[in-house]
């Protein structure tokens, strides 16, 4: 089943995007987590680390000596047999999807209407702010014809963005702990002012019934096999056709990768823009380093795992305006100074020797996909 509805404080949370299935959490009573764990990584303060890696570079920790650098690019995202459960320890501020219910059966014949939904990411706490700098959030609508129902299904982290772009470094514990889960969350409604008023509400395309329940077998096992968000797209340059090292999995992908699989299914989308959010990093080629146990084990590299732990340590949540203007120095140091960037993917470590101009949040434009040929690598 899909995780529950996110609630306008906890919409639009994403990359710059958005929830689904968790089959270990409830649906019926919603994915309820206990508030005021040290955990809860808030949005202000993932704005705040955005605000830092806008300027950062990081002192000149070490790479792994000996470690291989992978050739085939970009690295693939991970997928799992199942989601596993999440940590006690990983508490969300705001509810996952909290009225969230299974999608529905359509009727066969059912003529479906489908919804481009966007509007800025954390509306709910700063109104149109990011919509000026076009950091959105992104969703699908539904709307049945013969019921007169309307629905929504968006994709998002399950612990806000900090978490899934960030570790906590838990004194008990040798290595960076990870509290990041991304997953899709369905819900009855669709809330007209919260897309219009900043954002974008328009329809996209007519499905059948059938279609639509093709639709909602793919997602639940897209859902269940894609666990974990990705903040970074990182590449080589700005420049089009410049190497891409890794991409991001978030709302737009989410997105992205539905109305693909809805032209496989025969759908016909309308001509119009449709543009997305991405954040870059840029990069020179990446040195893989190993995954938690290679590096932080017993037989682990002691130098490289300190090295990633400083590099974590100016974005941890809950500063101070004193420690906020020292970490900012401090990531600023690191990433732009001597070009230094940690990169946690497929649970795995990887160093990036950054290149200028080091990060940069683009809103492209990605065309709708049509039944003939449908958006590849997503």
């Known amino acids: 089943m899909l995780l529950p509805q996110a609630s306008q404080a906890s919409r639009g949370s994403g990359s710059t995007g958005c929830s689904l299935m968790a089959p270990e959490?409830?649906?019926a009573k919603g994915a309820e987590m206990p508030r005021g764990a040290g955990a809860a990584w808030g949005r202000a303060s993932w704005c705040w680390a955005v605000?830092?890696?806008?300027?950062?570079?990081?002192?000149?920790?070490?790479?792994?000596?000996?470690?291989?650098?992978?050739?085939?690019?970009?690295?693939?995202?991970?997928r799992f047999d199942s989601r596993p459960k999440p940590d006690p320890y990983c508490q969300a501020k705001y509810t996952f999807c909290p009225t969230g219910s299974p999608i529905p059966v359509m009727e066969g014949d059912d003529d479906i209407e489908v919804f481009r939904l966007q509007a800025p990411v954390w509306e709910f706490k700063y109104g149109d702010l990011l919509g000026?700098?076009?950091?959105?959030?992104?969703?699908?609508?539904?709307?049945?014809?013969?019921?007169?129902?309307?629905?929504?299904?968006?994709?998002?982290?399950?612990?806000?963005?900090?978490n899934c772009t960030f570790p906590h470094l838990r004194p008990e514990m040798d290595a960076p702990f990870w509290c990041n889960q991304g997953a899709a969350c369905f819900f009855e409604g669709i809330d007209d002012v919260h897309w219009k008023e900043n954002g974008t509400l328009v329809k996209v395309a007519t499905i059948s019934g059938n279609m639509f329940n093709q639709m909602a077998k793919w997602v639940k096992q897209d859902n269940e096999t894609g666990i974990y968000y990705e903040t970074w797209n990182v590449k080589a340059s700005p420049e089009k056709g410049a190497e891409t090292w890794f991409?991001?999995?978030?709302?737009?992908?989410?997105?992205?990768?539905?109305?693909?699989?809805?032209?496989?299914?025969?759908?016909?989308f309308k001509n119009i823009e449709t543009n997305y959010t991405r954040i870059f990093l840029y990069s020179g080629e990446p040195t893989y380093?190993?995954?938690?146990?290679?590096?932080?084990?017993?037989?682990?590299?002691?130098?490289?795992?300190?090295?990633?732990?400083?590099?974590?340590?100016?974005?941890?949540?809950?500063?101070?305006?004193?420690?906020?203007?020292?970490?900012?120095?401090?990531?600023?140091?690191?990433?732009?100074v001597h070009r230094q960037f940690y990169l946690f993917y497929n649970f795995e470590y990887w160093f990036l020797p950054m290149k200028f101009p080091f990060i940069k949040v683009t809103y492209e434009e990605i065309p709708l996909p049509n039944k003939n040929k449908t958006l590849s690598g997503l």
């Open 25 to 27: 959490l409830d649906t």
């Open 247 to 268: 991409d991001s999995y978030d709302c737009s992908q989410f997105v992205l990768r539905t109305f693909s699989k809805l032209a496989e299914f025969g759908a016909e």
């Open 289 to 336: 380093l190993g995954n938690e146990t290679s590096v932080f084990g017993p037989t682990g590299n002691k130098t490289l795992g300190l090295a990633i732990k400083r590099f974590y340590y100016p974005f941890k949540p809950h500063l101070s305006t004193k420690e906020f203007l020292l970490n900012l120095l401090q990531i600023f140091d690191a990433v732009i």
């Open 132 to 162: 000026h700098l076009k950091i959105m959030h992104d969703a699908i609508g539904f709307r049945s014809t013969l019921t007169g129902k309307n629905y929504t299904m968006e994709w998002y982290e399950l612990f806000q963005l900090g």
């Open 51 to 78: 605000a830092l890696l806008w300027l950062a570079a990081v002192p000149g920790w070490p790479r792994a000596s000996g470690v291989l650098s992978r050739r085939h690019w970009p690295v693939p995202y991970k």
